[in-house]
């Protein structure tokens, strides 16, 4: 009995993971929840060194990290550009992955000339909401059937819980956010249909968009999920805050997405979390002191963080539909660049030279 015991304790420490290097996350994580990444031109085009066979064996969806923002993908008016979008359902059939459209309606990366007139004038509501309603009937209507989900309204509110005054709420007031989702689930009726934001577990934050999603949901407007970005840092937010959110939002019947997770480990000239693009501080060694790389003591508290974090997700992998890393590696992370410009920062799983940071795989 002693050495059957033994037995089952052994194979316990060497799990079917630390056994075979070779399995990518996706199948670790089959039964859970899909794992995807976000993906640049020379990703999506294979032109990235060691790009294509990392995709290949690690994730099963894709999200554009800049390619179908408004901005590129329409950046005149009427003159559309799909050369991104294009190579991405293309890279995205290859490795048959489930497929998300970021954005649709955005603050950021969005031209002036869409929130003005042919004057320069601030656009009315009527013109503003026929721009919206084209650039959602091209962009969907284009990828029709080929991207699974659409991150339809971005960043709609402030920490606080409030609107954030943006030109589409200035203009178009508060139904901006139904109009946007109804256009989108005319266009594609098969498409899922997100609500994306950062810091979704801030108490103030989470009240709001549960209030917004009751409303859309009183009037029947289609809303599947929450994109929940996931740009954390080491300490903060707490696993119980995440955990809130994902059982808030669940209640509601959405669907739960980990849209854009990343970890920085870098000390910060602000108290600030999230993604506020507004961000930008000036450059000293004080705020960039690992550029040699990063000590191994962090790099273990950062694995460690991931761990809990995917140890959350699966307690709730009912209710997750997709943990999405914010890059493929550390090397091409946004978080290099914000909110200080030039840093090196080590906030995904996969290094610089694109491999798996140790002491994660093996604990699934
Ligand atoms: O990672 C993106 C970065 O390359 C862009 O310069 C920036 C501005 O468009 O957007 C970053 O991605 C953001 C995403 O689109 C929305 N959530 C916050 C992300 C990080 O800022």
Known sequence: MK???LCFLIFGLFSA?????????????????????????????GREKGGDSLLSL???????????????????????????????????????????????????QTPKWVFEDLEGKPASAELLRSRMEQHIQEVVGRFQGKIHAWDVVNEAFEDNGTWRQTPWRRILGPDYIEMAFRKAHEVDPKAKLLYNDYNVWKPEKLEAILAMIRTL?????????????????????????IENAILKIHELGLEVHFTELDIDVLP????????????????SPEWNPFPQGLPKDMEEKLV???????????????????????????????L??????????????????????????DKF
Do not use: C
């Open 304 to 334: 460690r963080r991931y761990v809990e974090l995917f140890q959350l997700f699966r307690n709730h992998a009912d209710k997750i539909e997709r943990v999405t890393f914010w890059g493929l590696s550390d090397q091409t992370s946004w």
């Open 3 to 5: 050495k059957i015991i």
């Open 268 to 283: 910060r000239p602000t108290d600030q979390e999230g993604a506020d693009l507004s961000l930008n501080f000036a450059q």
């Open 336 to 361: 290099n660049n914000w909110p200080v410009r030039g840093r090196t920062n080590y906030p995904l799983l996969f290094d610089r030279s694109k491999n798996l940071k140790p002491g994660f795989m």
């Open 217 to 241: 949901q009183s009037k029947g407007v289609k809303i599947h999920g929450v994109g929940m970005q996931g740009h954390y840092r080491l300490d903060t937010p707490s696993i119980d805050q």
């Open 17 to 45: 993971n630390s056994l075979n290097p070779s399995l990518g996350m996706k199948e670790v994580f089959r039964d859970d929840f899909r794992i995807g990444t976000a993906v640049n031109l020379a990703q999506v085009t």
């Open 58 to 108: 690690h994730f099963n969806s894709l999200t554009p990290e800049n390619g179908l923002k408004w901005a590129l993908v329409q950046p005149q008016e009427g003159r559309f550009d799909f050369a991104f979008g294009d190579a991405f359902v293309q890279k995205g059939q290859e490795i048959q992955a489930f497929l998300v459209g970021h954005t649709l309606v955005w603050h950021q």
